[in-house]
């Protein structure tokens, strides 16, 4: 399947990543609906797989390592993927305030809902991901067919969840009690940017082109966005301290989360928006490389992807649709054949003929 995506080009595995997240935020929404001894479980299964695929990666025999983990020059041409560096940038920034957007169970909790609501809401947000998700991402396959312009567009101007999550919790999180409106927003946000995060992977793993440069960029970058999210607490108070109060830390109470809602409220937006909004900016400026990255589609008209002739003698001209269609031919014998009958016949053409 890995080599199939990069020979069949970036459209290929667009639902398949969109799926895979959504498959991965669902089974998460899920397993934090069951408590904290399902949290506990996750953590603790989740290093025993990275531990079980390490050693097995050490203990795999020196043809297949060899085979699958070839030297590469990627660090030595990290400086020519620019949109690799942007979107990991945007996504690392995003991260350094995820200690503060992150917390859709606290600001449900004071809102009113139970815990038994809570594991429902997850619940549900878990099936409607996954159905948004793939309706969204089989459209932008379909899309894709033409070229990476809407995956271009879908990556570069996507706003990120953080920016809907804290402006849902500051508009909505105490203007009615028990609010389905903010429950409704927060899915929505929830939507949003885990599309975004998918996007932001595909189009890694399209721009870098190699598929060794993809496994080395992708497990390289979401290093750095961890250890971004890792930090986080740290750097969204530090962003806070000049207004006396802390999303981390509660000011009246050492040592304590802040309970006090408009406090709340107001320092976690003015800790995630400015890092956000730049996050949103870095994201924005891969528009400019993206095309000129992106090997692995047809080209456009009589160019390659590249940018030169696929043919010394051709050219692109424009036809339009009713000449097409005004159009007859002659079978074999001399006779003119119905109209029905070429539209079935280019059709058969074009469906065998992939240009």
């Known amino acids: 399947n890995f080599n199939e995506d990069f020979h069949g080009g970036f459209q290929v595995g667009t639902r398949r990543v969109a799926m895979i997240e959504s498959c991965r935020q669902a089974v998460s929404g899920l397993l934090q609906a069951l408590g904290r001894e399902a949290l506990g479980c996750q953590s603790f299964v989740l290093s025993f797989i990275v531990l079980l695929l390490i050693i097995m990666v050490l203990l795999a025999p020196s043809c297949y390592s060899s085979y699958v983990l070839p030297r590469t020059n990627f660090w030595h041409e990290l400086r020519d993927h620019k949109v690799y560096i942007l979107l990991i940038a945007s996504l690392s920034i995003n991260g350094l305030g995820t200690s503060c957007w992150n917390n859709v169970d606290r600001w449900l909790s004071i809102n009113g809902w139970g815990p038994q609501e809570i594991a429902i809401i997850k619940v549900t947000q878990a099936g409607v991901l996954i159905v948004c998700l793939f309706a969204m991402f089989f459209c932008l396959h379909y899309m894709s067919v033409w070229g990476p312009w809407a995956m271009r567009d879908l990556v570069c101007f996507l706003p990120p969840g953080s920016l809907l999550y804290t402006l849902a919790f500051w508009e909505l999180g105490n203007l009615h009690y028990r609010s389905y409106l903010f429950v409704a927003m927060v899915t929505f946000a929830l939507i949003i940017d885990t599309a975004r995060f998918a996007a932001f992977f595909t189009a890694i ?118 000449v097409i269609s005004g159009l007859r031919r002659m079978d074999n014998t001399g006779a003119l054949v119905e109209e029905s009958d070429v539209g079935s016949s280019y059709s058969t053409e074009s469906d065998n003929d992939e240009d």
């Open 205 to 322: 793993l399209t721009t870098l082109a190699n598929k060794w440069y993809a496994l080395t960029g992708a497990f390289a970058g979401f290093a750095v966005m961890k250890a971004c999210e890792a930090v986080s607490p740290f750097v969204v108070h530090l962003i806070t301290m000049p207004w006396g109060m802390s999303p981390i830390y509660s000011g009246s109470i050492e040592n304590s989360p802040e309970t006090h809602l408009p406090t709340l409220q107001l320092a976690t937006l003015l800790a995630a928006w400015p890092l956000a909004l730049l996050s949103y900016a870095v994201q924005m400026m891969a528009w400019k490389y993206f095309n000129k990255e992106v090997l692995t589609y047809k080209g456009h008209g009589n160019l390659m992807p590249d940018g030169t002739k696929g043919w010394a003698a051709s050219e692109t001209a424009f036809v339009s649709s009713r």
